[in-house]
């Protein structure tokens, strides 16, 4: 992550490469749907990348990303927990 804060391209991509998998599982079993899941985790490393210059150093990275990625599955729960569902056959009021 030293190497992200500096600039450096080629770390995040292997940030990346050894990040992507486990949090794709991560985010699909907190949300259970594939294609969010996804978009999900292009958030997370979205923030990372954005975020790189808050990261402190003498920390571990994985807790880190995990609380990025764990806060956006709480934010996707709670705004799907708020659509209402109107079936096609109700009667507008």
């Known amino acids: 992550m030293a190497r992200v804060k500096r600039g450096d391209a080629d770390a995040f991509g292997e940030l990346f490469d050894r990040y992507r998998r486990p949090i794709f599982t991560f985010i699909y079993r907190m949300i259970g749907d594939y294609h969010r899941a996804q ?8 923030r ?13 990275f994985p807790p880190w990303i995990y609380r990025i990625a764990r806060d956006l599955c709480r934010d ?3 705004r799907r927990d708020r659509v209402e569902i109107v079936p096609l056959e109700a009667e507008p009021e």
């Not at 978009?39 to 979205?46: A, H, N, R, S, V």
């Not at 990372?48 to 003498?58: K, T, W």
């Open 48 to 60: 990372v990348f954005r975020r790189a210059g808050e990261f402190d150093e003498s920390r571990r």
């Open 39 to 46: 978009d999900l985790l292009q958030e997370t490393f979205l």
């Open 76 to 78: 996707e729960i709670r």
